[in-house]
């Protein structure tokens, strides 16, 4: 029977056995998806089509209007289908397909962005590239359907000229992909890049450059340095105006914690809406260190309200942390975080709903525009540089709880559920640093947590690491990051915990970076292993995007590496790595943030800790919590103690000589090539900490 119901039933495509939340998102579509693999690549050369590359990611919410728009439409899918291989990417599990495809966007139109529209030859070359696309032509931007009509017609008609064009793409991409260019990294590479951040701060709003804002993390922590290098109060003051304002704004989720991915505006006010696990924990890393420097307790309180948010949202079922959450809600884009006016004095009362109202400019006509949600919308913002009046803050925290729970009550955006090596690394390495900050256990159990899962369910059968754990599945071999973030997050849970195994295990996941994953002929990281897929180039990257690149982070890790063990063959790989991409980063040094943090770390002269006694000692605790209560970016803290002795003089056998003296806890302090005389007393070590904090302005 023509109506039987089972002919309705919508017929899966190739996506429906992946585990990718994103790529099960478009598994129903008309359009006939295959995953990146060989049957894909295999089956466009065979039948001589080109293919279609779709890359995105499950929280994008562009991304969600082109599936809706096009990917959803019969009319599309049917010119997808039969002129072409169509293949969907989830750019989170595969970084480096996305980053060459890219970098092809970038080069054949100047910008970048997601949902990524690629058309290539069967054998992975790129002749087309795009971002979001319309069905249809619209306000001067080309349709898909358009497009893919254009294609098929040329691809029958001028396939020569479309593979001659994709030719010379792929050329100038290898070239792109060659060597950095390198010379001496030094301290005039931290200057320059302070004074272009300076050049492009917005000293109303705080952050760099004009709408839209990115958080950019790295900035902050690059100023922070700065500050402490050269006791710049105009650096400390741009931190410090970036930070407050994007506190305030709407880009702060005031109710529930964490931030949202970017701000639409200037001023920090109109976010969009996704929440990613990676912005969490630069920015917790961000308000820590801002903490430690200025000992403000708002900045505590925001880093505490991320910490929050993470453990209470993005906790994974098996101790980890999922990718995100998603801007869209079944109201509209960004619903789940809007209120009107009525509805706070319906949940706050007629005492306190005029307040919250007042604190957080929400007005009965809206403060939010959207055709989606509707009028008299308000996102919550508070005004930058005021303060909460002391006797309020107790009532602001009732109000904030009040809010928060009337909206668990809502529909809640979808969450992307996959856990990924990298992000957990950087989450993890942010809530250990967290939690000796703020003498807190915590945010270190929640670490601890995640890095057994990492280190239980994303381990490769040959030792190395696989990238993405979802519904059950480890699967994609590691990258770069995902090394560069999990060493980080292992050092930061040592110097936490004092534990010598996660030094130990730092070490062996470095070894295995640098056998599968450095450049023989130079120096630095490729995102991929020797032994991964070939693609049609193999990068290094050292751009400082959404995340800090993988060697920027490992240019930090090997400093550090070669501060705790002792073993100066880290740091001269450390010193190598700056100096091969000093050229390209002397280009524009503000790009690339991380990098001088790491360079910061290289160049200055590092302090080098050991406290020697007794475990239960309460002076060894006091002496801790002294270290720990103060911002010294470029120390590091061992605790040798009897019961762990013999695992850290493995790992480190300099320590070996540095025993208690007299039965006394000992600290021994180092700056530089300079040791100073151990000291038995908190007193002298917390004087040795103030001339330190003195020298360094």
């Not at 001067?140 to 691809?155: A, C, N, S």
């Not at 320059?192 to 951040?197: H, P």
């Not at 949940?347 to 957080?360: E, T, V």
């Not at 063959?569 to 050229?583: K, M, N, T």
Request: negative net charge.
């Amino acid at each position: 029977m023509d109506d039987d119901p089972e002919k309705k039933q919508p017929v899966p495509n190739h996506l429906i056995r992946e585990k990718s939340p994103y790529l099960q998102q478009h598994a129903y579509n008309p359009v006939d998806w295959y995953p990146w693999g060989d049957e894909a690549f295999r089956r466009a050369a065979e039948e001589q089509r080109p293919v279609f590359l779709s890359i995105g990611y499950a929280t994008c919410h562009w991304c969600h209007v082109m599936a809706r728009e096009s990917f959803a439409d019969p009319g599309i899918a049917a010119l997808l289908n039969s002129g072409f291989i169509a293949v969907k990417v989830d750019r989170e599990e595969r970084p480096d397909i996305d980053s060459i495809y890219m970098m092809a966007c970038q080069q054949m139109t100047g910008q970048g962005g997601w949902p990524l529209t690629i058309i290539m030859t069967p054998d992975k070359k790129p002749f087309f590239a795009g971002t979001y696309l319309p069905r249809t032509s619209r306000a001067g931007m080309t349709g898909l359907r358009e497009l893919l009509e254009m294609v098929i017609r040329r691809w029958k008609e001028q396939q020569d000229t479309l593979v001659a064009a994709a030719d010379r793409l792929t050329a100038r991409l290898a070239e792109g992909a060659g060597p950095p260019a390198g010379g001496t990294a030094d301290a005039s590479l931290l200057r320059d890049g302070y004074e272009e951040l300076a050049a492009s701060f917005d000293p109303v709003n705080g952050g760099f450059g004009r709408a839209p804002k990115f958080p950019t993390p790295e900035k902050i922590l690059f100023l922070l340095r700065y500050w402490k290098r050269t006791a710049s109060g105009q650096a400390l003051g741009m931190a410090e105006r970036t930070l407050e304002s994007m506190r305030c704004g709407g880009i702060h989720d005031h109710p529930g914690g964490g931030f949202h991915r970017y701000s639409t505006d200037a001023g920090w006010r109109v976010p969009h809406f996704e929440k990613m696990l990676y912005d969490q924990a630069l920015l917790l890393m961000a308000f820590t260190e801002a903490w430690l420097a200025t000992k403000k307790a708002v900045y505590r309180k925001t880093a505490e309200a991320i910490i929050t948010y993470v453990t209470r949202d993005l906790s994974s079922p098996e101790g980890a942390f999922i990718s995100a959450e998603d801007a869209d809600s079944p109201g509209g884009e960004g619903a789940f975080y809007l209120w009107t006016e009525k509805e706070l004095s319906e949940i706050l009362g007629p005492r306190d709903g005029p307040f919250a109202a007042a604190l957080f400019h929400v007005r009965k006509e809206g403060n939010f525009v959207s055709a989606e949600t509707g009028p008299g919308k308000n996102i919550l913002y508070l005004q930058p540089g005021s303060r909460e009046h002391p006797e309020d803050l107790s009532r602001v925290a009732a109000i904030r709880e009040r809010l928060l729970a009337e909206r668990q009550k809502r529909p809640r955006p979808q969450r992307d559920g996959k856990v990924l090596a990298d992000w957990n690394g950087l989450m993890i390495a942010a809530l250990a640093q967290s939690s000796r900050a703020f003498h807190d256990p915590a945010p270190y159990r929640a670490a601890e947590s995640a890095m057994h899962v990492i280190l239980e369910r994303l381990q490769a059968a040959d030792g190395g690491l696989l990238h993405r754990y979802c519904d059950g599945e480890a699967a994609i071999p590691a990258f770069a990051d995902d090394y560069a973030f999990v060493i980080r997050a292992l050092i930061e849970l040592y110097e936490t915990s004092f534990d010598p195994a996660w030094l130990a295990e730092a070490l062996v996941l470095k070894r295995y970076l640098d056998r599968h994953f450095s450049d023989k002929g130079g120096d630095g990281y490729f995102t991929t292993s020797d032994e991964g897929e070939a693609l049609i180039a193999r990068r290094k990257e050292i751009y400082d995007g959404a995340v800090p690149s993988a060697n920027s982070v490992m240019l930090s890790n090997l400093v550090l590496l070669g501060h705790l063990t002792g073993d100066p063959v880290h740091e001269a790989q450390a010193s190598r790595l700056a100096d091969a991409f000093s050229g390209t980063v002397r280009c524009s040094p503000s790009a690339y943030s991380a990098y001088l943090c790491g360079l910061d770390h290289l160049l200055c002269p590092a302090t080098d800790l050991v406290i020697a006694g007794e475990e239960a000692d309460p002076v060894a605790a006091e002496m801790i919590r002294v270290v720990c209560d103060t911002y010294l970016p470029s120390l590091t803290v061992h605790v040798r103690t009897p019961r762990t002795a013999a695992a850290l003089d493995a790992v480190a056998p300099f320590l070996r000589s540095m025993v208690s003296q007299d039965g006394k806890t000992t600290a021994y302090l180092c700056t530089g090539r300079t040791c100073a005389v151990p000291v038995t007393s908190v007193d002298a070590l917390r004087k040795a900490i103030g001339e330190k904090k003195e020298n360094n302005g």
